[in-house]
Nanobody, 123 residues
């Protein structure tokens, strides 16, 4: 099982980035796919997730209206479009997969994780 994130980088406040996560080694269209983020000294924080069944989506309150999660089952890829970025969005962003129907917001439910990609929002 492998999840590989890309698309991170340095961006100015108000800017945009799109993260991608390519999956391999499991039945992608039976998993909830999610994005989490983490800063030093803090717990991993839920950002957004989408299920495979009816594409139910959940967002953290802090990113609603700014971030959009989507998935392409044919390409085994999940995306996170991040707009109107703020300095407090700075973190390592992780892609995760959960073999489930229900979209969970706790990292404890997720079975597989990527290595993370750094997002830095700074002027």
């Amino acid at each position: 099982v492998r999840l590989v994130e890309s698309g991170g980088g340095l961006v100015q406040p108000g800017g945009s980035l799109r993260l991608s996560c390519v999956a391999s080694g499991f039945t992608f269209n039976r998993y909830v796919l999610g994005w989490f983020r983490q800063t030093p000294g803090k717990e991993r924080e839920f950002v957004a997730a989408v299920n495979w069944f009816d594409e139910t989506i959940k967002y953290a309150e802090s990113v609603k209206g700014r971030f959009t999660i989507s998935r392409d089952n044919a390409k085994y890829t999940v995306y996170l479009q991040m707009n109107s970025l703020k300095p407090e969005d700075t973190a390592v962003y992780y892609c995760a997969a959960d073999l489930a129907l229900v979209v969970e917001t706790s990292s404890n439910y997720y079975d597989h994780w990527g290595q993370g990609t750094q997002v830095t929002v700074s002027s």
